[in-house]
């Protein structure tokens, strides 16, 4: 070969395997240098992509072939002569994730982590591979089904969306093949759910800014699911698994073809998958009962040094329990009822407060009696189907049609928690009132009753979504300047239909007149017996269809009650994408140092929304309250990018994108990094970058979605206040803007063959950051002074919550994030310790250090929320590790993976005595901290003969193998941080796949 570099590989096997392997495996006598090559060209090896193997293939992303030997020489692994055609196979180009220059000859300056299709098959915990990539260190408080329990009003629950150092899934791009999808939610977010997963060869996960290369939202990185698009074949896999408690059981199927024709100009390639899991309605780990909760201190009193909240345990709720229990009474003494609740059928009780109690929190005493730790929801249920096909032909040797679609369908089921209400007024003369409690409701004008309400069903998320995705375009590769050429154009579209059904949600009015129940007299209008229990407003409205209802005791709900007084409310949303892009990579000249790389393209796209919302439910209900969202933008972008070699080992490279947004105007994007390697041994590199994020959808033509949750009042240093927000879009928003910096190095030293040690610093500042105030910033800023905030809130006039919430984006934040990413990949050959051919060795570690994230609303003293692990910013190390012993009969992989120890929240300060004053940013607590995390997860695989040519392996898979607990925090509900926690425990999953 012109040169003295190694052939590359036909069929759709990249360069960049080749340079990954044999960076990995270094010379040998079985693999060295080009022969190598041919013999990873030709086996199931390079076909599973050798990239996940990393050595620079973390660090230099875009290695190209290496030099070495002429490929003529070269010999098969049997000893036989290479074939000659083969040898001679020029390398498929290849575009790098991060970089729109096609090629094999420069050196990314900006970091890539890749995951292969091998390391995809053997480390998913699950069948879903985002639950794989979320286990990236870089990946930091990701959506996933598993923590949008309590995402009722958006629409959010069940999506598997990314989000790149915890900057938010906005800011991370999600490609699918390289080109951007339609998003599954009206925010954008791309669910992951929705990838043919059987075909994905390979994940990139760019940890920079790439605005310059792919547009809007690439602020924190791009996250590529790479296709096998030549895969020439069949394979099929099929697994199951369990939890050890014997529940979330789960399975999946597929299976993908693909098929060369006419003397391979033409190529047909098809999948499809089935999968399920169920779900985990109740909460029965031990975990989550009479765990420690955060009280205030009963010795505490302003400067006496005590600190203000202690941790305490075993805590539980005391203010709403399964058949209520009496928060307050009217009449008489004041509260002289406060305390008594109710059991089966009504019975009256007293609650025991313990030792501490606060208005929601009991230490000790009757703290089990709560059950809205319980009745909760741990995991959902889910089906999934995917169908995906693809058809490409030459058309000449500069040309190549293709066209693909594809189709996703997904149903989740989840436990969204119990029909909690902690303020339920009922009227002393109220006969449920009078007959439960008999002697003790004398002289009472009204009690107010919490209960979690369990004769009721639970609230429940019930999403539809499908999303379709088509592509059509050519593609091809020609001469020019006496170079390759490598260019593509196309045309895509994608919609999303999503269905958000909400089921079994209180319908306020209906509630409030069913909980008024009278006695009617004699000789009533309604000619029912006296004594005869009504709605009062079934008095003035014969046949309104009230019916009474009981919330004093458990087994006493009337069914029919429950039906009037619950609705199922939903949206459905249709969002649709439209793109038009051309692309073309060229070599336009060179310089003494080597060849200038250039890019130049064009694209357009068009994003909308619609829905529809039947006039019933749009408002009325405890949660959901759906309106309908329509709008639209288009934005037209072109963009220039260049690599230019300067010798001694240096590249730089630089890209410059020219945005126009329907919405909000002109804006520049760019990109400027160099690549340095001095000696063989040592790499290092450097990106600067200015990115933004547009406004979506959501955040300029929202209609209005509300959520309710509980807060903090800082008034009465109240928690567990319940609140209603209500969230309307604006269309003064302009884009975000990034400023990026990435510094790091790689080391490879030729003294420790297959080790590749990668450092990189990043640092990330996000200006006119698209941001609002929430129901707890909103009532804090209040409390601080900040008087136009307490207009922003008030008494819910429903009363089925406490207080309620309005809210708005606006460009008026700026977020920091700072942090160091590590990636260690070392591979030994162990044929001759072992005396076992093809035996080896494969150790990866990967850890992010994140340093700093701050928020600053330019309001309130910013907060560092760096090692928070109750969720509010990320922890200060995540980090996971494997080990993979490889051999021609079976592979045998272990990771281990985790956090570290952090703090409840950084507005806390620790002290045992001597506190200082405690103020709203430095409230004090006699112990702030919370574990972190380490799970170790196993999977063995062992290769089985197949029936026909190919092969065949069967797994087993144990994630958590030591059944640890999740990261537990001193909370109510679910008392686990579920983002970066194992919910389930140790689960099995076993399973087979057979590749022909």
Known sequence: MPGGKCAGCTGGHLSVIIASAIADRGPSAAYGGCHMVASLCRDSLARRVLLGRLAWGTALSGLAMLPCAPAQAQTTATGQPAVEEEAEAEAEAIIVTGSRIVGTGFNSSTPLTVMSAEEIASQSPTNNIADLVNQLPALAGSLRPSNSRLAISSGLSGINALNLRNLGEIRTLVLFDGRRSVGSSVTGLVDINTFPQQLVSRIEVVTGGASAAYGSDAVAGVVNFVLDKRFDGFKFSADSGISSRGDGGNYSFSAAGGLPFADDRGHILLSGELAHSDGIFQVDRDWNFGGERIVNNPAYSAGNGEPQFIVRAPGGTNNALPGGIINASAGGVPNQLRGIYFGPGGSINRYDYGTISTTTTTIGGDYALADNGRNIGLASEEDRRNVYGRFSYDLAPWATFFAEASYSWQETLFNAGPQLGTARVLSGSNPFVVDTLGPLAAGITSITVGTTQSDLPYRKLNNERDVQRYAAGFEGEFEAFGNAAVWDAYVQYGETNAHEQLRDIIINANYANAIDAVAVPAGNALGVPAGTIVCRSTLSAPGNGCVPLNILGTGVTDPAAADYVLGDPYRDQTLKQTVAGVNLSLTPFATWAGDVGVAVGAEYRKEEVSGFVPEEYQTGFSVGNYLPTFGDYNVKEAYLEANVPLGFGLNVNGAVRATDYSTSGYVTTWKAGAFWQPIEDIALRITRSRDIRAPNLNELFQSGTSRTNTLTDPFTNRTGVTFFEVTTGNTELDPEKADSIVVGGVLQPRFIPGLSFAVDYYEVEVEDAIAQFFAQD??????????????????????????????????????????????????????????LPGASLTLRGLASHYLENVVDNGISTPVDTVGSNAGAGPPDWIYRFSATFDTPGFTLTGVGRGISDGTYTNTYYECTSACPPSTTLARTIDDNSVPGTFYVDLNAAVKVPAFTDGEAEVFLHVTNLFDADPLLLPESGLAANSTYSDLIGRAYRVGVRLDF
């Open 778 to 835: 909103i009532i804090n800023r209040c409390f601080e002074g900040f008087t136009d905030f307490c207009a922003g809130y008030g008494p819910d006039p429903t009363g089925v919550r406490e207080l309620t919430f309005r809210a708005s984006p606006f460009n008026f934040a700026s977020i920091k994030s700072r942090g160091i990413d590590f990636d260690l990949a070392f591979q030994l050959s162990l044929v001759d310790l072992l005396d």
